[in-house]
Every structure is written in structure tokens, then in C-alpha cells.
């Protein structure tokens, strides 16, 4: 599984777009790149998974550029809600287990 | 998606002794998953919970320390053995319902502390 490397912080505002950008220079070719979020006394919950170009669901935005060494998740209009811990990870997926980093803690001021 | 519950939601326990934590989901999966997040920290995977034989193990992690069962496709227990205070952490199962599905449900976490 690859390592990923996110910024251990960030801070935004209401009503703004946050867009936290991982690294993932040795993914494999059948690793898919997923976020977690985890809220402060709960386990992850899954955001957004993809492989490469962009994704969007209803929560997020998820741009992968050609190479796949990198990804940003896009929040758009965060909230206070947002604030929690997001983690990117490269999912090989056959084997289920994942390797978590170190996440980026995202604080959504007023 | 998969419901999961865990057992007990929070416990305080002496050095030296053994807690039992169960874990529950609301529907038959193929993989389970043990982790452990300490204080402050990330997850890190403790084992694989294989249904009908032995869990598979994590480096750092041992069966004789954290002893898992898998009765069934719905049920499994990870018990932390012999605690010391370096066991407080909050324990958590996970469930992903199949190989070829890259989401990953994780029950509320049971939070551990040892005194």
C-alpha cells in the first residue's frame, strides 16, 4: 500500500472551499485513492473514493491528475459541521486493509 | 452500507487484567477489521478477522496479546490481554462488504483506559 503524505492542519472559514491535497508518489496501478472523515469520538466515515480525473458525490470533489501521484479532496462551502480529521488513503482494495496516515485536521472557524 | 455496533462503548480497567470487546453488524461481510487509536493519533490496523480460522496478525501485534474470534459473518470479539496503561486507546472494528468495494464502514470505537 502506497504512503500518503497530507499537511497536518488546516484552518478555513465558513462559506469557503477547502481543498486538502495528498501525495501518493509510489501508488500501484490498482490502488484507488479514498478519503475518511472522522469527527472527534467517532470511528472514519467514507467520503469519496476514486482513480483518476475528477470524481463528485453529493459531499465532496475529488481531483486526481494524470500521473496519480497526487489528489486534492474539494469541500465546497464548508461548514462548522466540517470540522474533523480527514484521511487520504491508497486502497489496493483486495486485501481490505487500510493504512492509515497521519490525516489532516481541518478547523472550520466562524 | 453495514450498521455496526460495539461492546462496551467505553471502559476503565485495572492493569493486569483482560477486557472483551464485541463488535456487531447488521449484515453478513466477507472482511473484518481490528484497529487501535491512541490518543490523539491515527489508526493503525491490529488484525484481520478471518471467519472459520486464525486472524491474521499486524506487525507489533500479537494472538497471545489480542486474541480476536470470528464466529460468524456478523459477530467478532478482540480481547486485549493482560492491560497496562499502554493499552488505553480506543479500539475500533471495521467491515467492508466485499473484495471487489473500496468502502470501509467502522463502528463507533470502544475507548479503553487502564489504570
Known amino acids: 500500500l502506497a504512503k500518503t503524505t497530507q499537511p497536518i492542519s488546516m484552518d478555513s472559514y465558513e462559506g469557503q472551499e477547502v481543498n486538502i491535497t495528498c501525495s501518493h508518489n509510489n501508488i500501484a496501478t490498482n490502488d484507488y485513492i479514498t478519503w475518511y472523515q472522522q469527527f472527534p469520538s467517532q470511528g472514519p466515515r467514507f467520503i469519496i473514493q476514486g482513480y483518476k480525473t475528477k470524481v463528485t458525490n453529493e459531499v465532496a470533489s475529488l481531483f486526481i491528475p494524470a500521473d496519480r501521484k497526487s489528489s486534492t479532496l474539494s469541500l465546497p462551502r464548508v461548514s462548522l459541521s466540517d470540522t474533523a480529521v480527514y484521511y487520504c488513503l491508497a486502497d489496493g482494495g483486495s486485501q481490505g486493509n487500510l493504512i492509515f496516515g497521519k490525516g489532516t485536521k481541518l478547523s472550520v472557524k466562524p | 452500507s453495514a450498521v455496526i455496533s460495539q461492546k462496551p462503548s467505553r471502559d476503565i480497567c485495572q492493569r493486569g487484567t483482560s477486557l472483551t470487546i464485541q463488535c456487531q453488524v447488521d449484515?453478513?461481510?466477507?472482511?473484518m477489521f481490528w484497529y487501535r487509536q491512541q490518543p490523539g493519533q491515527s489508526l493503525t490496523l491490529i488484525a484481520t478477522?478471518?471467519?472459520?480460522?486464525?486472524?491474521?496478525?499486524e506487525s507489533g501485534f500479537v494472538i497471545d496479546k489480542f486474541p480476536i474470534s470470528r464466529p460468524n459473518l456478523t459477530f467478532s470479539t478482540l480481547t486485549v490481554s493482560n492491560m497496562s496503561p499502554e493499552d488505553s486507546s480506543i479500539y475500533l472494528c471495521?467491515?467492508?462488504?466485499?473484495?471487489?468495494?473500496?468502502?470501509?464502514?467502522f463502528g463507533p470505537g470502544t475507548r479503553l483506559t487502564v489504570t
Open positions: 449484515s453478513q461481510v466477507t472482511m
Open positions: 471495521s467491515v467492508k462488504l466485499g473484495t471487489m468495494t473500496y468502502e470501509q464502514y
Open positions: 478477522a478471518n471467519q472459520g480460522s486464525e486472524a491474521t496478525y
